[in-house]
T-cell receptor
């Protein structure tokens, strides 16, 4: 069974601070995706990383895929209250089926 | 591109009743996935279709659960004889293989509450 562990489980910070959340697995995936989910809604895809060592930037968000394609991190610079939400990572197998971590719940206080 | 839609958004039912949920994927996507999510956890895979063929079912999908995608377009997920443990958010996603990898796009989910 492929498992993804995300840390920390909860994170509460002040507006303007930086943060990093992590996604770790013992398995190799063909790609890894990050999603953001708001209460009562479905996850929204933020980014897909495919190549080991890959770094992608999306405005204030920086995503990195580990060299061995087993782990990933999401760094947010100068967090804003609008960044509040549940951040999920998902490892994608060859059939396109995703295995999700349990997420990091981020709260950014004004 | 109207995105993935799911209906209903919320369903409250009494234990023992049957419920059916519908998912309309993005039109050009040939793969459709069902997931279940409970509070504090990430989505868990239930089953997926490629066109009309159901290719994989999770062990989570007991014999009370059945899914169909009759014409390779929309899909339905039926739960028979619902139990309180079935209360969860049921998520549908669709995908196509683009640039060599899959990207799943989720619908808003159907929140099921079994009383």
């Amino acid at each position: 069974t492929q498992l993804l562990e995300q840390s920390p489980q909860f994170l509460s910070i002040q507006e303007g601070e930086n943060l990093t959340v992590y996604c770790n697995s013992s398995s190799v995936f063909s790609s890894l995706q990050w999603y953001r989910q708001e209460p009562g809604e479905g996850p929204v895809l933020l980014v897909t990383v495919v190549t080991g060592g890959e770094v992608k930037k999306l405005k204030r968000l920086t995503f990195q895929f580990g060299d061995a394609r087993k782990d990933s991190s999401l760094h947010i610079t100068a967090a804003q209250p609008g960044d509040t939400g549940l951040y999920l990572c998902a490892g994608v197998a060859n059939a396109g089926k995703s295995t999700f971590g349990d997420g990091t719940t981020l709260t950014v206080k004004p | 591109d109207t995105g993935v839609s799911q209906n209903p958004r919320h369903k409250i039912t009494k234990r023992g009743q049957n419920v059916t949920f519908r998912c309309d994927p993005i039109s050009e996507h040939n793969r459709l996935y069902w997931y279940r999510q409970t509070l504090g956890q990430g989505p868990e895979f239930l089953t997926y279709f490629q066109n009309e063929a159901q290719l994989e079912k999770s062990r989570l999908l007991s014999d009370r659960f059945s899914a169909e995608r009759p014409k390779g377009s929309f899909s339905t997920l039926e739960i028979q004889r619902t139990e309180q443990g079935d209360s969860a958010m049921y998520l549908c996603a669709s995908t196509s293989r683009d640039r060599g990898h899959y990207e799943q796009y989720f619908g808003p989910g159907t929140r099921l509450t079994v009383t």
